[in-house]
């Protein structure tokens, strides 16, 4: 089973205007206070309608990001203000650039989050749940080579064991934070080095579910994050040297 995360469609005009003001708004081009441009700019500069431009003002401000207000206009709301858990606000945070604080927080989630699911899907994922996880992971060793394909194939891994563990709302916590993990895992497995490092820590997690081990899967778990934590501090190090 695929998880896909619950993400405002780009397609069409509509949802490249959502996008586009969006991203504005969360990379800091448009700050919290500040007007949105003047409607007749907007929809010039993005070559749309009011129509378009309203309705997608509308999806901004259900997320949290804008406020519109007779005479005063639609200015950004401040960052507290913000639905920080939606799907597209975590995914333009990701898209905007490097951001030490947002993988940090991921990873503190993750440690929330993957321990329990592996311990839980342990003892209730299916054989056929267990067949699933293990074909992501032989995907992963023969991707190990290839960043794409090894991508895919962890996210399909970690996907298949919240699915795995019968728990709707880590399974739903998952497909929310699909967006930021991919970027944290572009992030740390860019070197070969560190796929061929996390390899076998997957494996782990792998060889605690097939076995029924609900200890040895959740240490693995803690295990592999602490591993990219590590990597993630590291490659923090690295982008401070080069500055």
């Given at each position: 089973m695929t998880s896909r995360p619950h993400i405002y469609p780009r397609r069409g005009l509509h949802g490249e205007v959502v996008h586009t003001i969006g991203l504005q708004i969360v990379s800091g081009h448009l700050r919290p206070g500040d007007p949105?441009?003047?409607?007749?700019?907007?929809?010039?500069d993005?070559?749309?309608?009011?129509?378009?431009?309203?309705?997608a003002v509308r999806v901004l401000a259900a997320k949290g990001l804008v406020?519109?207000?007779p005479k005063i206009g639609t200015r950004v709301r401040e960052r507290s203000d913000w639905n920080i858990l939606d799907p597209d606000v975590l995914s333009w945070r990701a898209e905007?650039?490097?951001d030490q604080k947002l993988y940090e927080e991921t990873t503190e989630v993750r440690l929330a989050i993957e321990p329990l699911a592996a311990r839980l899907a342990a003892t209730r994922a299916t054989d056929e749940e267990v067949v699933s996880i293990t074909d992501a992971f032989a995907a992963m060793e023969a991707g190990v080579d290839d960043q794409p394909a090894y991508l895919v194939a962890d996210l399909e891994f970690h996907a298949r064991i919240l699915a795995s563990c019968h728990n709707e709302l880590l399974e739903h916590l998952g497909r929310i934070l699909r967006a930021v993990l991919r970027a944290t895992f572009l992030l740390t497995t860019t070197p070969s080095r560190s796929r061929r490092r996390a390899l076998p820590l997957h494996g782990a997690i792998l060889a605690g579910i097939v076995a029924g081990d609900e200890?040895?899967?959740e240490t693995a778990a803690r295990t592999l994050i602490a591993d990219t934590a590590a990597d993630i501090r590291r490659l923090a190090r690295d982008d401070a040297t080069r500055r």
């Open positions: 949105l441009p003047p409607e007749d700019e907007l929809t010039s993005l070559a749309v309608s009011r129509t378009v431009l309203r309705e406020l519109a207000r905007a650039g490097y200890d040895a899967a």
